[in-house]
Nanobody, 114 residues
Framework: QVQLMESGGGLVQPGGSLRLSCAASGIMFSINAMSWYRQAPGKQRELVATISNNNIATYADPVKGRFIISRDNAKETLYLQVNSLKSEDTAVYFC????????WGQGTQVTVSS
């Protein structure tokens, strides 16, 4: 049974940082590429960053140079360090495999506002 539990979101001022975490189980974590996705109000869910099973990371253009994805296979945990946050980064952030399984966690809310 796939379980994905995101945490670490919050309210932060523009320019601030957060570290998001995702505890995964039942998803064969160590052999899958894993990704962070986000969904802003009124918009479709979008891919933010992906890390392969051999730690190759790729990023969507809007977050390149600001976000860093990483993984700990022993802990089956995915991370996203989000830096230099902008108001347009406000969204619910989700983790999943890449491509995603048809099961999603509750996500973690990131709100960037002064």
């Amino acid at each position: 049974q796939v379980q994905l539990m995101e945490s670490g979101g919050g309210l932060v001022q523009p320019g601030g940082s957060l570290r998001l975490s995702c505890a995964a189980s039942g998803i064969m974590f160590s052999i899958n590429a894993m990704s962070w996705y986000r969904q802003a109000p009124g918009k479709q869910r979008e891919l933010v960053a992906t890390i392969s099973n051999n730690n190759i990371a790729t990023y969507a253009d809007p977050v390149k140079g600001r976000f860093i994805i990483s993984r700990d296979n022993a802990k089956e945990t995915l991370y996203l360090q989000v830096n230099s946050l902008k108001s347009e980064d406000t969204a619910v952030y989700f983790c999943n495999s890449f491509p995603p399984k048809n099961i999603w966690g509750q996500g973690t809310q990131v709100t960037v506002s002064s």
